[in-house]
């Protein structure tokens, strides 16, 4: 059941050396772009990393990008601040990295002329940006879950977004198109306990 999926899928941060096979990664992909969209314009792009250069590329990249806010973080913060850092790079251990691009809808901001107020151009900009963004954020969890499923391991994450200009370059993504985030995939080398989470209710109000 789709429950027990869910309940059960891990952000697997440890990986064994060996690729998965294409196949397998295509089945991730498939069952990302199944996801829903705002006017189904299934606002994302995939881009499968399977080079160790490049993956160490990007994972330099962020490790400096961390060292540069390190520099800038209250001395008395610092170290756990590192402590954290080293969650951004935790991409480079798995043979393969997804990157999720997603861009901004344009449907509303094309429609509407140049005589309409700015604050309510602004808030059709922000609205068609989350509408992208939140659309691949769906295709990544039903990414996540079938590589569960298939049983591989995978982490979405977006910490490495610290070095988001220097990853752009170094994975040639076009003007339009964000990152959103890395997903490390691979074979499972560690079965990470859950997290605990706030239950349903805690997080809830019902308002009538
Ligand atoms: C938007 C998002 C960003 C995340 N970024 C990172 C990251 O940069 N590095 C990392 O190691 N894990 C990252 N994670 C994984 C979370 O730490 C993890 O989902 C959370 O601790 C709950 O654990 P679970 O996924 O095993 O249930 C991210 C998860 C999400 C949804």
Redesign the pocket.
Known sequence: MIDKVMAA???V?RFTPEAPPRALLERLLEAAVTAPSASNKQPWRFVVVTSPSRIAALAAEVREAVELIARHVEPRSESAFRAYGT??T??EAAPVVIVALYRSLTVLSDLVDAALPEPARARIAAMEERSGLIGV?MALQNLLLMAHELGLGA??????LVAADRLRTLLEVPPSWEIA?LVPVGYPAET?P??PRKPAARVTEWLS
């Open positions: 899928r891990r952000s941060r969650y951004f935790r991409f954020s982490s979405g994450m977006t910490g490495p985030a990470p859950a997290p």
